[in-house]
Antibody, heavy 122, light 105 residues
Framework: EAHLVESGGGLVQPGGSLRLSCAAS????????MSWVRQAPGKGLEWVSS????????DYADSVQGRFTISRDNSKNAVYLQMKSLRADDTALYYC???????????????WGQGTMVTVSS | SYVLTQPPSVSVAPGQTAKITCGGN??????VHWYQQKPGQAPVLVIS???TRASGIPKRFSGSYSGSTATLTISRVEAGDEADYYC????????FGGGTKLTVL
């Protein structure tokens, strides 16, 4: 059974950095693109970033472009989100999500982790 | 940036049919996906590519499209269907609708 577990969240001051990790299991990790999706407290879902199956292609929401970097290590079945210059409006629960069918654009997210909370506050 | 519009809330009695809409400019050009999120839980894929039910999702859930509006229909609504529902497309990146809270009366 496919499973995703996020870690690395916590309390960080504005302007600080944090690195989130997502450990994947139960599926052929290097066949699937992956994404990060966040949800601010009491708010809706917001797509943050995606990375292709082999890591050669990445994409970012305008709100995080230039501050966040997504990466993956297929030898470790892991995807990461390096976050810099954090702001109060980055406060959210960050979910790792797996593409449904593989590496195609336009795909749905069929597996989600339970999320890791990031709080940006002084 | 692209916007998906959902009604903030929909209410329905048990056993009735709930329809949750999702509107967007030229929406028919994109595949629409639907997610269910219950309080304190991660989202769950319900419908992909407009009308394909995800694995393990009851047949009571269906997706359709007409004009510039996609619709998630839940037949014979049960108390356990009470949740937030989000539509999603890919237009210059991932885009989610604002979400619809389904209340079972």
């Amino acid at each position: 059974e496919a499973h995703l577990v996020e870690s690395g969240g916590g309390l960080v001051q504005p302007g600080g950095s944090l690195r989130l990790s997502c450990a994947a299991s139960g599926f052929d990790f290097n066949r699937f693109a992956m994404s990060w999706v966040r949800q601010a407290p009491g708010k809706g879902l917001e797509w943050v970033s995606s990375i292709s199956a082999r890591g050669g292609g990445t994409d970012y929401a305008d709100s995080v472009q230039g501050r966040f970097t997504i990466s993956r290590d297929n030898s470790k079945n892991a995807v990461y989100l390096q976050m810099k210059s954090l702001r109060a409006d980055d406060t959210a629960l960050y979910y790792c999500a797996k593409y449904n069918l593989g590496d195609e654009g336009g795909d749905a997210f069929n597996i989600w982790g339970q999320g890791t909370m990031v709080t940006v506050s002084s | 940036s692209y916007v998906l519009t959902q009604p903030p809330s929909v209410s329905v009695a048990p056993g009735q049919t709930a329809k949750i809409t999702c509107g967007g400019n030229n929406l028919g050009s994109y595949s629409v996906h639907w997610y269910q999120q219950k309080p304190g839980q991660a989202p769950v894929l319900v419908i992909s590519d407009d009308s394909t039910r995800a694995s393990g999702i009851p047949k009571r859930f269906s997706g359709s499209y007409s004009g510039s509006t996609a619709t998630l229909t839940i037949s014979r609504v049960e108390a356990g269907d009470e949740a937030d529902y989000y539509c999603q497309v890919w237009v210059g990146g991932g885009v989610f609708g604002g979400g619809t809270k389904l209340t079972v009366l």
